[in-house]
């Protein structure tokens, strides 16, 4: 299991949907409860941020690997989980 590092900001509509459906998929598939994700905040860890390739928030890499950036939907952020998953 891979930990899923999460680019957001606060203030990111978008991201807090992400978190939502995160919640969501964690209620219904029991395994992803225990996937760690790590939340960043790209304004508060600015040398991060600017080392990472990506324009939009929420960003999802796993084991360094960009598998979502923008817009979330409950079947992407699943991709996400997905992918921690594997070995």
Same mark, same amino acid.
């Given at each position: 299991?891979?930990?899923?590092?999460?680019m957001?900001?606060?203030?990111?509509?978008?991201?807090?949907?992400?978190?939502?459906?995160?919640?969501?998929? /964690?209620?219904?598939?029991?395994?992803?409860?225990?996937?760690?994700? !790590?939340? +960043?905040? @790209?304004?508060?860890?600015? #040398?991060?941020s600017?080392?990472?390739?990506?324009?939009?928030?929420?960003?999802?890499?796993?084991?360094?690997? /960009?598998?979502?950036?923008?817009?979330?939907?409950?079947?992407?952020? !699943?991709? +996400?989980f @997905?992918?921690?998953?594997? #070995?």
């Open positions: 299991m891979k930990e899923v590092l999460m957001k900001l606060e203030s990111c509509p978008y991201c807090h949907q992400a978190l939502d459906m995160m919640e969501e998929l /964690k209620r219904e598939q029991p395994e992803y409860k225990n996937i760690p994700v !790590k939340m +960043v905040n @790209e304004d508060e860890d600015t #040398e991060l600017e080392s990472l390739d990506y324009w939009y928030v929420p960003t999802f890499y796993v084991d360094g690997k /960009k598998l979502h950036e923008g817009v979330p939907t409950k079947e992407k952020i !699943k991709k +996400v @997905e992918g921690a998953l594997k #070995e």
